[in-house]
């Protein structure tokens, strides 16, 4: 599969990234600055990084409290490393945000067999 024009130069995946759930093993987590706009100051934030997305897809999933708290129900609280290996589900959810719809991440527990 060729890249995709728009995920060249980008190392972070958006909701808008993926069809449907996907499942993906944690290869590590990581404090990164980023700077959300040009005009806006960098911030620290926590990356999920991730195997088992297409090889053209962005592998680092940027999150916030919400994403914290869903991982912290799914793992407990546990050391970040102890995290490594670990699979989960990531899906696209619409979400309402600074008045405009956007695509984000979503995480879940993969269901039992």
Known sequence: MAPK????????????DLTGPCLVTIAG????????HPRSEPVEKWC???TGLPEDTPNGILFGPKGEEVLTKIFGE??????KGA???IYPL?????????MAVRFRLPKSK
């Open 94 to 102: 619409k979400v309402h945000v600074a008045g405009y719809d956007k």
């Open 29 to 36: 987590l990581t404090q990164v600055t980023v700077q959300p």
């Open 5 to 16: 024009l728009g995920t060249l130069y980008r190392q972070y995946l958006r909701g808008s």
């Open 78 to 83: 546990v050391d970040i490393k102890d995290l």
């Open 48 to 50: 999920l990084w991730v």
């Open 87 to 89: 699979q989960i589900i």
